[in-house]
């Protein structure tokens, strides 16, 4: 992303919060944003139908299924690290809760009670949504000061043979930077995994649907300097078709946003890649639109991979998608995961 003033104002806001611990502590928050849009856990379902809570003691198995191999590793005593690296670890504790941790417990480090979590079920996928209670931090530096309400949201999908989940930073906003008053709901930070029982892609026609998740967060800078973010959590469907090797397509459809049109590539080991190539705007949450054509994206990102009960049996897909489109005056970035299985 260019250094423009908004992205500028973005870095600032996430290094002052982790400057001070970032934060993070019970669940049960909901939050909103004091100028833009409203960040709620029950926008983060969307039109999903709920599922019933999982019995005390069963907080991994809801999460995961045992046959994507993350279950064993929410439960394991070190917990489940994705890129492990340490930036980001998931672990089920001993009274069902789920502690997060970024950047070792450095950044944030946040614990989500099992009451706290809800369970839903869209187009066929299973998926847990959580958002803990808002952390206050006053802040008074040379570029930055005001007031920041910051909240750590997470979706965890669950395939048979794969999981999926993404996590964002997201913070409300109130004072100035550089002397420009900001004020609005900001996503400070993300990070999303997919891992499972990997299988390979050999030829034929394979088709895929279920559910895609993440965020959107935008800026504006008007004449006078005045800088207004907003954040929107996503919740749509994933339809995932393969032809050949070298000809897929990706399409993720969010209601109060876009429809994205992708073309993916699959290779022989099961791992997917591409970019968008087409969007129709389907919803007003965002007012900042996504340019006209793909070559003005300055980010632009498909990728996942192929699972299933053995390497010669591909069932399922997930992986991640971005797109990030940054002016002077106004920037839009969305991302996330996906979740698919075979029609």
């Known amino acids: 992303m260019k250094q423009t003033l908004l992205s500028g104002c973005m870095l600032g806001l996430t290094l002052s919060l982790a400057a001070c611990g970032g934060g993070g502590g019970g669940g049960g ?29 069963q907080t991994a198995e809801a999460l995961a299924s045992s046959g994507s191999g993350v279950q064993s590793k929410l439960k394991s005593g070190s917990g489940y690290d994705p890129h492990n690296d340490g930036d ?8 069902g ?19 706290d979590m809800r369970f839903y079920n869209k187009d066929g996928v299973d998926f847990a949504v959580m958002m803990d209670a808002p952390q206050t931090l006053n802040v008074n530096e040379p570029d930055l000061k005001g007031t920041i309400k910051s909240k750590n949201a997470l979706w965890i999908g669950k395939l048979e043979y794969a999981s999926f989940g993404y996590w964002a930073w997201v913070a409300d906003i109130q004072g100035t930077f ?12 993300y990070d999303y995994f997919y891992e499972g029982k990997k299988a390979n892609y050999s030829s034929g026609n394979l088709s895929f649907t279920g559910i895609a998740l993440g965020t959107a967060t935008y800026g504006t800078e008007n004449s006078a300097g005045a800088i207004s973010f907003g954040t929107i959590p996503l919740v749509g469907t994933a339809s995932l078709n393969i032809t050949n090797a070298s000809n897929g397509s990706l399409v993720l459809t969010f209601p109060n946003f876009y429809k994205l049109t992708g073309e993916v590539r699959t290779y022989s080991d099961g791992r997917l890649s591409g970019d968008f190539t087409t969007w129709q705007k389907l919803g007003s949450a965002s007012p900042v ?21 053995s390497p010669s049996t591909p069932t399922e897909a997930a992986g991640a998608w971005g797109v990030v489109y940054d002016t002077d005056t106004k920037f839009i970035s969305a991302n996330g995961v996906f979740g698919v299985k075979k029609k």
């Open 97 to 115: 809760s789920l502690a997060l941790k970024v950047d070792n417990g450095v950044v944030i480090a946040t614990n989500f009670k099992l009451g």
């Open 289 to 309: 639109d996504l340019p006209a054509t793909a070559g003005q994206l300055d980010s632009n990102y498909i990728h996942g991979q192929l699972y299933g009960s």
């Open 29 to 57: 928050g909901s939050g909103g944003g004091s100028g833009g849009t409203a960040f709620t856990i029950s926008g983060m379902a969307g039109d999903a139908k709920a599922q019933p809570a999982p019995a005390p003691g």
């Open 88 to 95: 980001f670890i998931l672990k089920v504790e001993s009274n």
């Open 178 to 189: 550089e002397g420009n008053p900001v004020k609005g709901t900001a996503r400070l930070d």
